[in-house]
């Protein structure tokens, strides 16, 4: 059976075997008035209709066979059948949505599913999709709200049907031999408890495990979710409502204050201590079962703005190519402190102040202030960044011979700015960082580095070296064919020259080469101590 506001359906089968549905006017519960009835013939033969369910336009009822027969009764004396669908298992129960368009049917066989049922179009009703149930037969279905209970002789099982096309399941209690379930949700007491019979006869008692959160609002001074309050102090008032029931109301007060509220459902709390500025006041609703919701009210308490101050400690002097210097300053009102380069040779990024050159620099350290705190006097800090000390690199000049070709000398300064070359005695001249020899002796060369804005000068480097004379070879001579080893010999046609010479050694062509030992003012004379016999040998004399 099924009540639809004052009318009773009733499905079962007529003395020839055959399904129908008989609706009565219960307006007058005492005297029920049959008024409308629809048969359901069979070819197969005994279809009783088995179950139904109903709203104010339109009923479902299952058969026994395992059709589904969709019924429009908005005419209670005139019941038409609108579209069945067929094959829909054994429909031990079913459950319409209040807006009509989905039935639920549970499967009274073995391997019981629950079904979802598409009657938005009741001349052409569709499968949706279905759910298992375990392995035992399914019994009963009862729907409250967005719960559906699924009653199988093995328990039941609760679904979430927010969504009517996808049930959810939420919780299950397993309970053999269940037949039905009864429970009431709206009436406090009953909340969250069901009454589940069962085969042998009797029921039992369940209390659903409460997860449902309660609801609150604050209400007083405003329904807004922002305040704006001109004392020190503000009344607080709003309601809570549960599943089950408020137990109690705690608030807070983000910048300091909390307390516990007058009232569950209907709360309130007095003289609640603001702070100049923006305060966040948070109301929290508690159940029995620890479950938990809040809500907030934003509340600007505007009173006359504070003076602050900032503290900036003194900033040492630097040496240009120190690293970055951290700032660091503090506001009497604990907000934050910016900073800005005033003047000088350097850059700040995240409070890190990087030198970029000598000179002096001014830091300014600012704070602007808010709702609670005027802008602060801002504080300047001066330091100097002194120039930095350099050195110059310049390699030892190999000594030199008088005929060598100009040559470049190089060095490097450690701050990267260019050497110049001088030369400060000997016989050579400079230009750019060439050198020309001009003459024998010693030289020396200076390399400078005369500093910038950013650099000192650096220490003057300077290095010697010795330019030599070059050999001069004067003659090529003759020497007598008949010296020999240990001889002495004799030079021909030399008689301008007055010097000893002796032999140094031989080469291939028979050449010999003399050197000077000795200038004596006399006649030439050598000394020779020959590896080997030689005729017609050449001999030069070197100075």
Known sequence: MAVSGNNLLVAG?????????????????STPVQRGSLSFPSPSGWDPAFSVAATATKAVVGMNAGALKIIDISNIN?????????????????????????????????????????????????????????????????????????????????FDISNSTWPVLIRSYPFGGATSVALDNNTFGQRDVMYLASLDGGFAVLKNKDVEAPTVFV??????????????????????????????????????????????????VSNIALYPGTNVLTVRAFDQAGNANSATLTVVYQSAKQSQTITFPELADKTFGEGPIALSAAASSGLPVGFSVLSGPASLSNNALTLIGAGSVTVRATQTGDDQ????????????????????????????????????????????????????????????????LSGGGVVTVRATQPGNMNFNAALDVDRDFVVKKTPAVHHLWRIDAAGVRGRAIRI????????????????????CYWKPRKHNGSRIGCVARLAARRRNLRARAER
Request: hydrophobic share 40%.
């Open 13 to 29: 089968f007529n003395n020839n075997d055959v399904g129908n549905l008989v609706a009565f006017d219960i307006s007058a519960p």
């Open 78 to 158: 005139s019941l038409v059948e609108r579209g069945p669908i067929i094959d829909i298992g054994f429909p031990r129960d079913v459950a319409i949505t209040a807006d009509e368009n989905y039935t639920y049917v549970i499967d009274g066989n073995a391997n019981s599913r629950l079904k979802i049922v598409d009657v938005s179009n009741p001349l052409s009703p569709s499968l949706v999709t279905e759910l298992p149930l375990g392995t035992a037969g399914g019994q009963r279905l009862t729907l409250q709200g967005n719960q559906l209970y699924a009653v199988t002789t093995q328990g039941v099982f609760v």
């Open 219 to 268: 209400t007083n001074p405003t329904f807004s979710a922002a305040y704006t309050n001109t004392s020190g102090t503000l009344n607080l008032g709003g309601s809570a409502s549960d599943n089950v029931g408020v137990t109690r109301i705690a608030w807070a007060n983000d910048r300091g204050g909390a307390g516990e509220a007058v009232g569950a459902e209907d709360w309130f």
């Open 373 to 436: 705190f005027n802008a602060a006097p801002p504080v300047d800090r001066s330091f100097n960044v002194a120039k930095t000390d350099q050195a110059i690199t310049f390699a030892p000049v190999s000594d030199k011979l008088l005929n060598d070709a100009p040559f470049a000398v190089s060095a490097t300064a450690s701050s990267g700015l260019p050497v110049t070359f001088s030369i400060i005695s000997g016989p050579a001249s400079m230009n750019g960082n060439v050198v020309t």
């Open 492 to 511: 021909v046609g030399l008689r301008d020259f007055r010097f000893d010479c002796e032999l140094f050694g031989f080469v291939r062509s028979g050449d």
